[in-house]
């Protein structure tokens, strides 16, 4: 099978499609979204406005407005041809959910009319029952509401020959539970607007506001599905168990910024194109740095609705990837030994006044609220870099952290030479000169115009690097819905942010002058930047010696999720989710990330030992069988003096040794996972983390190098040259 589709690939490789007319247009934005420029239209000025408050999250929706909007919702969806509505949610899965109602409802005993109210719009019932709840309750427990979150805006969702209705919404039991990622998100944005309009309020910076911004830099690979369907793998976990490196792979670093192939750029413009409709500010597109992977960006936004994006972007590109013949793979690592891909999440702080606070050069004569939310950002993540370990765990990015470009498991902080500086002047003699102008480039060559220079460079090997204007959070995994991770940054900036001003606020008096505030910080930001100093390094965090030096600097070291996940049972964790979940929500999901993590890895387990028994192995005994009767019937043949089988009789051997090996450690893989599986979940997790991921390591290697050894003809899966260079 495998040899049939490579020769028909050979033969249909060349793209046919058409480029023209398929990507991004401005003209398009918005399209499928209930924007406020088509409420402008569709709604009276009162209730417009009002809704235009709770999309900024500064106002409920009216009760009696409820109806007024419903109809107009209505009325714009079927316009466009919606047939059904759907509150569309985020539960616990680390996926989006949704569950379809015609807008139809009897009109008389024998006919029906669309219709839709206030009602159904603002609250939706779905089963909660299958839902990952992490014990909050028990399974006949079933009842779950969604409610409307006006912050995200409303769109319709094109799938099939159907056109849905989508109402962004929270999800929570009847109990009131939380039991989804947005929930927690929300309230991280009232904790962090709080903690910052106090800051603003004490500098003298004018706004109504601060929120979160987000900008996710999507990796991705791309393969062709008909190789794809060839591995249960790729099929069931995104990622290959299995398979030798290629003997070409990405040392010559010529795919990162290289021309899109063809057939690729059709993809790219086709998925852009539905997400301009949608509303999803897509900007950015190049090769990234393995084969087959490339990168999509977006431009900045509020931090809900760009989680709400990617998730939207991340479908998009898996649909539209299957409608043109390809397999987008979003898992963190789908190829071993090459880059894996992450989601980077920047992140940064804005005013309702268009203010980024981590832009120095927003605000160049008064700058003192940058430096404190830094110093309180550097000691945010210095007292909970456990926690944000844990807020980008999984099984899947075990894979990719510590190695090809992604960042290690060790939570540190990357500032640049500039701020260094300023910090180090702080903390030696409590002044400071504040942030340079940036520099310019002189290159010699008389034609090319200024070139400005940054304050930082930027330091691929960090997890969390300030690169100019925000801190780039590279550790996010590629598949992951990134809103546990920026509500644990959002936290506990806040949380240092207000123990900053705390004791800055209690050497003031009223009436205070900007010379007299900087007095009074500086000693507070230089008591700050002492304690929380071990989480700078500017170094290479890949290097042995930065291992060394952060366990001697007391930093955690967790090289594995499941060990990662206990932070969440901290009393610290505990104390800073204060008000935002209870103790007893943190413990479910922390149940539920264990469970995950198992799950995940018994896949792989029950992958690796079914793809070997049933796909590999009869491979191998058929090779070992063709080289065992050509060895003899050539020794039958010769006369013994013209006979040296010495290498021959070695091969056979080696092979043989091999193939042993490799049953060998199956068995072992097996009899662990039995272990591990006998354990209580906690024990559980940790047992897969380190005891059977270990195992699982050592039966791929025997088993990668046994395709290194058998027959091309008879090796029954797509291997990493194909996968990875014919598409």
């Known amino acids: 099978m495998r040899r049939q589709i490579l020769k028909e690939m050979g033969r249909e490789f060349r793209f046919q499609g058409k480029l023209e007319g398929r990507c991004i247009s401005s003209e398009n934005f918005g399209k499928y979204v209930f924007s406020r420029t088509v409420m402008h239209k569709m709604l009276p000025r009162e209730i417009y406005q009002n809704v235009s408050n709770a999309m900024d999250g500064r106002e409920k929706i009216k009760a009696e407005y409820a109806d007024t909007v419903a109809m107009a919702i209505k009325e714009w969806a079927i316009s466009h041809g919606a047939t059904h509505y759907s509150h569309w949610f985020q539960p616990l899965t680390g996926a989006s959910a949704e569950k379809h109602d015609a807008f139809i409802d009897w009109h008389s005993q024998d006919s029906v009319i669309e219709q839709f109210n206030g009602k159904q719009l603002i609250q939706g019932e779905p089963d909660a029952s299958s839902f990952p709840s992490g014990g909050l309750r028990s399974t006949y427990e079933a009842r779950g509401y969604t409610g409307w979150d006006p912050a995200s805006p409303i769109f319709l969702w094109r799938a099939g020959d159907g056109i849905t209705l989508c109402i962004p919404s929270v999800f929570f ?18 904790r962090i607007d709080e903690a910052a309009s106090r800051l603003l309020r004490l500098t003298g910076l004018a706004a109504d506001y601060v929120y979160s911004t987000l900008g996710l830099e999507q990796e991705y690979f791309v393969i062709d599905r008909a190789l794809r369907n060839l591995r249960p793998d790729l099929i069931l976990l995104g990622k290959t168990v299995f398979g030798a490196p290629s003997p070409k792979g990405q040392e010559l670093q010529d795919h ?49 609705a760009a989680i709400d994006h990617n998730i939207l972007l991340m479908e998009l590109m898996r649909q539209i990837a299957q409608e043109q013949g390809l397999a987008c793979l979003l898992h963190e690592k789908p190829f071993a030994a090459i880059n894996g891909s992450g989601k980077h999440c920047n992140w940064s702080l804005s005013t309702n006044t268009g203010v980024n606070l981590l832009d120095p050069s927003d605000t160049p004569h008064n700058n003192l609220h940058f430096l404190i939310l830094l110093t309180a950002i550097i000691h945010g993540v210095y ?73 930082t460079d930027r330091n691929r090997t960090s997890p969390f690097a300030f690169t ?56 507070v930001l230089q008591h700050y930047l002492r304690v929380s100093k071990g989480i700078r390094f500017t170094g290479d ?59 995940h890895m018994n896949i792989e387990v029950n992958l690796m030992l079914d793809m070997f028994k049933t796909q590999i192995l009869p491979a191998a005994f058929n090779y070992q069988k063709e080289m065992a009767m050509s060895y003899l019937q ?15 009789a070695a091969y056979l051997k080696h092979f043989n040794d091999a193939l042993e090996e490799a049953m060998k450690r199956c068995e072992e893989l097996e009899k662990g996972k039995v272990k591990a599986f006998a354990l209580p979940l906690k024990e559980k997790s940790l047992a897969f983390g380190e005891q059977v991921a270990s195992k699982m390591e050592h039966f791929r290697e025997s088993v990668d190098h046994l395709e290194t050894l058998l027959d091309d003809q008879l090796w029954p899966l797509p291997k990493y040259r194909e996968l990875l260079f014919m598409v």
């Open 383 to 455: 007292q909970h870099s456990a926690l944000l370990r844990a807020s980008i765990g999984s099984a899947s990015n075990d894979y990719r952290l510590g190695g090809h470009e992604a960042p290690p498991a060790i939570m540190s902080i990357y500032l640049g030479q500039g701020l260094e500086a300023l910090l180090e002047e702080i903390e030696s003699k409590g002044s400071s000169s504040f942030v340079q102008a940036k520099s310019r480039y002189d290159l010699g060559v008389v034609v090319l115009p200024d070139l400005s220079k940054d304050n």
């Open 173 to 190: 039991s009847w109990t009131g539970n939380v039991l989804d990622s947005k929930i927690p998100l929300l309230r991280s944005e009232h």
């Open 541 to 599: 965090n890949y290097s042995e010696a930065w291992a060394k030096e952060a366990e001697k600097r007391g930093l955690p070291i967790i090289k594995r999720s499941s060990e990662a996940f206990l932070a969440l049972s901290d009393p610290k964790t505990i104390r800073v989710f204060d008000r935002i979940l209870t103790a007893e929500e943190l413990a479910s999901r922390q149940d539920i990330l264990f469970e995950h993590y198992v799950h």
């Open 634 to 648: 050539i020794k039958e043949a010769l006369a013994p003096h013209q006979f040296h089988s010495t290498k021959q």
């Open 468 to 523: 100019g204007n925000k801190f780039e959070f590279r550790a996010v995994g590629s598949s992951a819905n990134p809103a546990f991770s920026v509500t644990v940054l959002n936290l506990i900036v806040a949380e240092s942010l207000n123990l900053i001003l705390d004791e800055i606020e209690a050497k003031l008096e009223q009436g205070v002058t900007p010379e007299v505030l900087t007095k009074a910080a500086l000693p």
């Open 256 to 304: 990162y910024f290289g021309a899109v192939k063809d057939r690729i750029l059709a993809f790219m413009c086709a998925f852009e194109n539905e997400a301009i409709e949608l509303g999803i500010p897509v900007k950015t597109r190049h090769n990234e740095v393995a084969p087959a992977q490339h990168e999509v960006a977006p431009v900045f936004e509020k931090s809900a």
